[in-house]
């Protein structure tokens, strides 16, 4: 199961990558793979305001449609609007294109709350 360094993770699998007080996120890959191929994914507005562990969109596959939930809070900076047209790259390339939103964290200790790689490589084991 790919999970990759230097990112973290929530118990919903949503990993977050964080690079000048901005981070990234999106699914991870255990997660695309349990919903399957992904057909929609509903984001939120740019500059809308989110607090730790809020609903901020919806991905939909053929299985299963499920919250995403944002695991630090913030402002939306930045939206991936290639997955309007083309929702699949989550499958795809759940770590790389297939990213969901940025957001500009406002509280960097909530990162402390998150696991580590090797944190939730053990979570995966617990869960399977």
Same mark, same amino acid.
């Given at each position: ?6 990112l973290?993770?929530?118990e919903?699998?949503? @990993?977050? +990558?964080?690079? /000048?007080? *901005? ?25 809308? %305001?989110?607090?730790?562990? /809020? ?6 596959? *053929? +299985?299963? *449609? ?7 809070? !913030? %402002?939306?900076?930045?939206?991936? %609007?290639?997955?309007? /047209? ?11 294109? !297939? @990213?969901?939103?940025?957001? +500009?964290?406002?509280? %960097?200790?909530?990162?402390?709350e ?10 995966? +084991?617990?869960?399977?």
């Amino acid at each position: 199961m790919e999970v990759p360094e230097g990112l973290c993770f929530t118990e919903d699998h949503e @990993w977050l +990558k964080v690079e /000048d007080g *901005v981070g990234t996120i999106g699914i991870t890959n255990f997660a695309q793979e349990e919903l399957g191929d992904i057909v929609f994914v509903e984001l939120p507005e740019l500059e809308e %305001e989110f607090a730790q562990h /809020d609903n901020f969109g919806v991905i939909e596959s *053929v +299985k299963a *449609v499920s919250d995403l939930y944002l695991p630090v809070s !913030g %402002e939306i900076c930045a939206i991936n %609007e290639d997955l309007l /047209d083309s929702p699949e790259l989550v499958n795809e390339d759940p770590y790389g294109e !297939g @990213w969901i939103v940025k957001v +500009k964290l406002s509280d %960097e200790a909530e990162l402390e709350e998150l696991m580590n790689t090797e944190e939730y490589r053990e979570f995966l +084991k617990e869960e399977a």
